[in-house]
């Protein structure tokens, strides 16, 4: 069974820019998350969707969206990018059975601001 | 809000030693408790959980953890470190409904030969 895969897994864009990174979930998973992992700010929550719906959002500001799609795959969205975007985003699915759902994390994205 | 604290940001062991990383959190309510390891140029690997039920958890590659209620605390263990432990390593809650964690700010552990 495939794993969560990430496209890109590295990207350079340059600040004002903005960038879109997808995550395909384990096949059967309907839940996706994605997470900023910053060596200052450490791993952040970014949002979660299920079902093509948002159902948490982190704190963080409006530049950042996300959306998922009928079979699952998400992509999120970096607009007007800042310095401070550059990091390692992380995607994780879950299944989504009833009871504790165990969540599978991606390889991640590794975006750099110049 | 909750919160979880990991004590060491950096943790230096020798081959064979013990490997304890300590891990508190703050919750309200019954979180559901996690160790991820993380290796370099890679996501995050779930090494133990605990939701319900016994409070020791053994987890992959040797590990182990405690959940101990009255100390707020999850700290991870194995007896014998190995060169392979060598990794950087996250507690983490989950609190109520959705998949929303919560993660400490990491514990990068070295193994000397």
């Known amino acids: 069974k495939a794993g969560v895969t990430q496209t890109p897994r590295y990207l350079i864009k340059t600040r004002g820019q903005q960038v879109t990174l997808s995550c395909s979930p384990i096949?059967?998973?309907?839940?996706v998350s994605w997470y900023q992992q910053t060596p200052g700010q450490g791993l952040q929550f970014l949002f979660e969707?299920?079902?093509?719906?948002?159902?948490n959002k982190g704190n963080f500001p409006g530049r950042f969206s996300g959306r998922q799609f009928s079979n699952s795959r998400s992509e999120m969205n970096v607009s007007t990018l800042e310095l401070g975007d550059s990091a390692l985003y992380l995607c994780?699915?879950?299944?989504?059975?009833?009871?504790?759902?165990?969540?599978?994390f991606g390889p991640g994205t590794r975006l750099t601001v110049l | 809000a909750q919160s979880v604290t990991q004590l060491g940001s950096h943790v230096s062991v020798s081959e064979g030693a013990l490997v304890l990383l300590r891990c508190n959190y703050s919750?309200?309510?019954?979180?559901?408790l996690f160790w991820y390891v993380q290796y370099p140029n890679q996501g995050l690997q779930l090494l133990l959980k605990?939701?319900?039920?016994?409070?020791l958890v053994k987890g992959i590659n040797g590990f182990e953890a405690e959940f101990k209620k009255s100390e707020t605390s999850f700290h991870l263990t194995k007896p014998s470190a190995h060169m392979s432990d060598a990794a950087e390593y996250f507690c983490?809650?989950?609190?109520?409904?959705?998949?929303?964690?919560?993660f400490g700010g990491g514990t990068r552990v070295l193994v000397k030969p």
């Open positions: 096949s059967g998973h309907r839940s």
């Open positions: 994780a699915s879950s299944r989504e059975d009833r009871g504790y759902n165990e969540q599978f």
């Open positions: 969707y299920f079902s093509e719906t948002q159902r």
């Open positions: 919750s309200s309510v019954p979180p559901y």
């Open positions: 605990y939701t319900t039920g016994a409070t």
């Open positions: 983490a809650v989950r609190i109520g409904a959705g998949n929303k964690l919560t």
